[in-house]
């Protein structure tokens, strides 16, 4: 078997392929491209073979940008550590790979200055749509980024924007989870999550808590932002009387509170209960396991790409809002008591 060393590869061009099968240079360009079909399979056959011999590989950046078409979409995402973002990610990234696309992931890790850094980068490899999942603090660059392809947003608004928009129904998350924790008998309920810092899906969350709160005459509420001084915070939860519940707005928050819980010698989940936003793989080998709303991110991140690719194939119909419900997953820290 021949190799070829990355330096040979790149000098073989596509007119020694077509001199090597013996057919012309328009031949060899359909073959590598998107008419293949229209070529007689005794010449595909020879086509292959001197690709496969002289180790060619066509530049499919240049080819694409030659036709005004890179096949490249863009997402950027606020922090590529959240479980979250990762899971919607892959989701994107396999709808991409299912329809031809390359996906170019760009985080920003909740830097002002690395988003504009990375919307300008995306802007130079000519990615043909753009997925946000941040909160859009550089809107100028956003704005002209949207006038020239599709943009669409997943989980969090950004309202001079008007694009298609993925994500959960927070609302309807957020009752299921105080239904739940009414039904299995807590009373107290604390609402932690991270700092809102004009995230919209986090301010929906906690308005919507604080409606449903204040729509049920035998519970009460609290809201709590992560800081260093959770465990202190919790304790004072903690020494309240009645039945009490954490309702951790996110994996982020279910993490943190599971720590400082265990850090206080809380035993779980019998001094209290916990129920989460998002289904972490680590969730079920805690305690009993922990009561989740699972997000279905992959087909969270499917349908973004879907609407990306409906705008890329010339929809224009009004822009549209995409919001999933989520599944309960009982789990033994809301016990009822």
């Not at 292959?48 to 180790?55: F, P, R």
């Not at 309807?172 to 989870?177: F, I, K, S, Y």
């Not at 107290?188 to 729509?215: H, N, P, W, Y």
Request: charge should be negative; hydrophobic fraction near 45%; include cysteine.
């Amino acid at each position: 078997m021949t190799t070829f060393s990355a330096a040979q590869r790149s000098r073989v061009t596509m007119l020694d392929v077509a001199e090597r099968a013996g057919v012309s240079k328009a031949s060899v360009s359909r073959f590598i491209g998107d008419d293949r079909a229209l070529l007689s399979d005794a010449i595909a056959l020879r086509i292959e073979q001197a690709i496969s011999e002289l180790g060619y590989r066509p530049n499919q950046m240049a080819r694409g940008l030659k036709r005004g078409r890179t096949r490249l979409i863009g997402m950027l995402v606020a922090d590529i550590r959240n479980p979250y973002s990762i899971a919607v990610m892959h989701g994107v990234e396999t709808a991409c790979r299912q329809h031809g696309y390359s996906l170019v992931v760009c985080n920003t890790d909740r830097d002002d200055a690395q988003e504009s850094q990375h919307l300008a980068a995306l802007r130079s490899y000519n990615i043909e749509g753009l997925i946000v999942n941040t909160l859009g603090h550089h809107l100028d660059q956003l704005l002209e980024l949207q006038r020239e392809m599709p943009l669409v947003l997943v989980d969090r608004k950004v309202e001079p924007l008007h694009s298609d928009l993925v994500g959960l129904d927070n609302p309807a998350a957020v009752r299921m989870a105080v239904e739940h924790l009414e039904q299995q008998g807590y009373r107290e309920v604390l609402l932690v999550s991270e700092a809102t810092d004009g995230t919209s899906s986090r301010l929906e969350r906690l308005a919507s808590f604080k409606a449903e709160i204040a729509a049920r005459q035998g519970l009460s509420g609290a809201v709590l932002e992560l800081d260093d001084a959770l465990p202190i915070h919790l304790q004072a939860f903690l020494a309240k009387p009645g039945a009490k519940a954490l309702f951790c707005a996110n994996g982020v928050a279910a993490l943190a509170c599971t720590r400082a819980l265990k850090a206080l010698g809380v035993e779980l989940f019998a001094d209290v209960g916990l129920i989460a936003l998002d289904d972490l793989d680590w969730y079920p080998l805690v305690g009993t396991g922990i009561t989740a709303l699972a997000q279905p991110t992959e087909a969270i991140g499917a349908s973004a790409f879907a609407c990306l690719l409906k705008r890329l194939r010339g929809d224009t119909a009004p822009t549209r809002t995409l919001d999933f419900l989520p599944e309960l997953m009982i789990r033994g820290s809301t016990q009822p008591i």
